[in-house]
């Protein structure tokens, strides 16, 4: 079983539709991390969070510790959102260990 | 400009030949790690340094080296390239324990080994 598991796998949506993408994972963890890798490649940090909710713009991150379950929400979708969303945790070995990805694809 | 950089972005080589993968950064961060991505298994990690001289394997350090002899430079080495190693590499820096801090990805680097 992967220590971190992410749901769904392909997301389509309309333009501002309210989007929710989980992460559900095994290992117990401080502090858990959202990444967006873009259609050309490149990977930027969205959030890192050990408690609570984190927002920044449209973007809504939740962690909930006891359930060991994350969601990134993104409100009023646009088609610039498109992306594959990551989260990763670390590791029971200490490292970072990564899902597998949502891609994400919003449609004008 | 903060920023994180590869280099190549793009190497297509010949099985058994070695080749370095550079990475750098420019903002006196303490953590560097090296990731691959490979289609259905999402990013893994190869090496990560926690300061200078001082790394440890990730997930999958196997065929891989990597040094850090300067807190701004982590190089990643394939000392005799496989077709297993083709891959996307990234390499990331944080200022401090990349696990609670935001990571700065680099561009990335498309290896192909034939």
């Known amino acids: 079983k992967n220590e971190v598991e992410q749901s769904p796998q392909n997301l389509t949506a309309q333009e501002g539709e309210f989007i929710t993408i989980n992460c559900s994972y095994s290992?117990?963890?401080?502090?858990l991390h959202w990444l967006q890798q873009h259609p050309g490649g490149g990977i930027v940090s969205l959030f890192m969070l050990s408690s609570g909710k984190k927002k920044h713009g449209r973007l809504i991150a939740t962690i909930n510790i006891q359930e060991k379950h994350s969601s990134l929400h993104i409100t009023a979708s646009h088609p610039r959102d498109s992306a594959v969303y990551i989260c990763?945790?670390?590791?029971?070995?200490?490292?970072?260990?990564f899902g597998k990805g949502t891609k994400l694809s919003v449609k004008p | 400009e903060a920023q994180v950089t590869q280099n190549p972005r793009y190497l297509i080589t010949v099985t058994g030949k070695k080749l370095t993968v550079t990475c750098s950064q420019n903002?006196?961060?303490?953590?560097m790690s090296w990731y691959r991505q490979d289609p259905g298994l999402g990013l893994r990690q190869i090496y990560y340094?926690?300061?200078?001289?001082?790394?440890d394997k990730g997930d999958v350090p196997e065929g891989y080296k990597v040094s850090r002899k300067e807190k701004r430079n982590f190089p990643l080495i394939l000392e005799s390239p496989s077709p297993n190693q083709t891959s996307l590499y990234f390499c990331?820096?944080?200022?401090?324990?990349?696990?609670?801090?935001?990571?700065?990805f680099g561009p990335g680097t498309r290896l192909t080994v034939l």
């Open positions: 290992v117990g963890i401080s502090a």
């Open positions: 340094s926690m300061n200078v001289e001082v790394t």
């Open positions: 903002m006196n961060h303490e953590y």
């Open positions: 990763a945790v670390r590791g029971s070995q200490g490292n970072l260990i």
């Open positions: 990331a820096s944080s200022r401090t324990s990349f696990l609670y801090n935001e990571q700065f």
